[in-house]
């Protein structure tokens, strides 16, 4: 009887000890979610330059960028990701929506409206990304965002301008979200670009 319960107790260990190494490496860590810097929408009522609206299509995205975790490459054929790092949406619909309140704010068009539209607008915006990432040169840490721009004319059927663009600066702490705030500095550096390069377009529109 006493080597009965003898072995019921070693079992019982057993399965107790295996249960709490099952338990204490199951934990789920809780993921980090980034965004991009959102400016708000401008409240004032300015008549934009053109009397036309713009649209805006869902950016295309390589292969890389379809999915939220971020991204970070020490060589060009090698992709990694960090761990419970993530951004509230993938790439392409975050750039999308950034262009779209910038170039709001810029006040070049009457409204700028998400495609397809509501309403008959003139001009028609494309983009692909073609980076969007951390990217390590030895042991310095950088990102890189670069991306394609296109604006169609509805009306003569034609594109009217379009531009390829991008930016590499340093990460200046080694932590995801200094990798965050960097790609966002090298994103509104971009779109700030790109507006100065077509404002002059609708000028006297």
Known sequence: MQQKFYKHSIHYW???CVF???ESCGGTQSVQYFTLDMPSLNSNNKPGKTADYLSIKQFDS??????DRLIFQGSPREVKHWNYKKWISPPSILLTEAIKR???NANIFKGVLDYPAAIPTRYILEGKINAFEEYDVNENWTVRVGFELRMLDVA??????????????????????????????AVFAIIQQVLVELNPLFNGK
């Open 14 to 16: 057993v399965l107790s």
């Open 20 to 22: 709490l190494l099952l």
């Open 62 to 67: 390589g292969i890389m960028y379809h999915e």
């Open 102 to 104: 910038h170039f709001t």
């Open 156 to 185: 003569d059927q034609r594109y009217i301008w379009e531009g390829a663009y991008e930016n590499q600066i340093p990460v200046k702490e080694k932590t995801a979200n200094a990798v965050v705030k960097s790609i966002d500095e």
